[in-house]
C-alpha cells in the first residue's frame, strides 16, 4: 500500500495564507485525524495531499515519487470524498458508486460486487435504486464514503465525512475508516467530532492554518 510524505507543504489563496509549512510522513496502514475549527485550513490540507490544490510551497511524495496534479493522484490510488461529497444528484446511489469503478477499468462483473459490498458496509444496500437528491444529508455522506471504499484506494482523505450522521452511524463510518487503515491504506479524516478523532492512531490540530500535534505519529 502507499506511504505518504508531505516536506515543508504550504497552502496559500493569494496573500492568505491557508496552512502554514508542515511536514508529514504517513506509513501504509496510519490512519490520522486532523482536527480544529471552520476556517483553520483542513480543507485545504487535505485538498493539497490529493493533488487538487497546487501548493504555495513544498511537495507531496507518493511511494517517493513526486504528486503533481489530481489526475496523477487518481492514478496513484488517492481517494478524496470532498465535504460537499461530491456526488451526481441525477445518479443513483448505486451508479454514483458504480461509474468511477468503470472508469477506472474494473470489469463490470466486479465493479458490480464492490458497488454492492460498499453500500452493505455503510448500511444503504436498500436504498441503492435511489437517486442521491432523494437521500438525506447523512445518507449522501456514507453513499461518498461507499464510493470510496470501493476503488480500494492506497490514500483515502475524507473530509467531515461523518458531521452529519447520528451517533450509531457515525461510528459504524469511522469503524468503516479504520477497516481502510488496517487494510494498509493512508486514511486521513478531517472532523471536528472528537470521539471520531479518538480513534485515530494520531491527531493533528490545525489552527489559522498553524499545525500542532495533540497525539503525534509513534515510529513503528
Known amino acids: 500500500m502507499s ?3 508531505a516536506q515543508g507543504l504550504s497552502v496559500a489563496y493569494d496573500d492568505v495564507v491557508a496552512v502554514q509549512p508542515i511536514d ?22 487535505l485538498w493539497a495531499l490529493a493533488g487538487a490544490l497546487t501548493p504555495a510551497a513544498g511537495s507531496v511524495h507518493v511511494d517517493g515519487a513526486s504528486l503533481t496534479s489530481r489526475d496523477d493522484a487518481t492514478t496513484r490510488g488517492i481517494s478524496l470524498i470532498p465535504q460537499g461529497n461530491g456526488l451526481a444528484g441525477a445518479l443513483t446511489a448505486e451508479e454514483n458508486v458504480l461509474v468511477p469503478l468503470l472508469a477506472r477499468k474494473v ?3 466486479e465493479a458490480l460486487q464492490r458497488t454492492g459490498a460498499a453500500l452493505a458496509l455503510v448500511g444503504l444496500e436498500q436504498s441503492g435504486r435511489h437517486l442521491v437528491d432523494e437521500l438525506s444529508g447523512g445518507q449522501q455522506q456514507r453513499v ?29 463510518m469511522v469503524a468503516a ?15 471536528h467530532d ?4 479518538a480513534v ?17 505519529l509513534t515510529a513503528t
Open 3 to 5: 506511504e505518504v510524505r
Open 24 to 45: 508529514l510522513e504517513l506509513g501504509a496502514g496510519t490512519m490520522l485525524a486532523v482536527t480544529g475549527p471552520s476556517g483553520a485550513g483542513k480543507s485545504s490540507l
Open 107 to 109: 470489469s463490470p462483473r
Open 144 to 172: 461518498a464514503l461507499a464510493r470510496a471504499f470501493a476503488t480500494r484506494a492506497g490514500v483515502l482523505l475524507a473530509d467531515e465525512s461523518t458531521s452529519d450522521l447520528d451517533a450509531g452511524n457515525r461510528e459504524r
Open 177 to 191: 475508516l479504520q477497516g481502510e487503515a488496517k487494510r494498509g491504506a493512508v486514511v486521513v479524516l478531517a472532523t
Open 194 to 197: 472528537p470521539e471520531a478523532a
Open 200 to 216: 485515530a492512531d494520531a491527531e493533528l490540530a490545525l489552527d489559522e492554518g498553524v499545525a500542532t500535534w495533540v497525539r503525534p
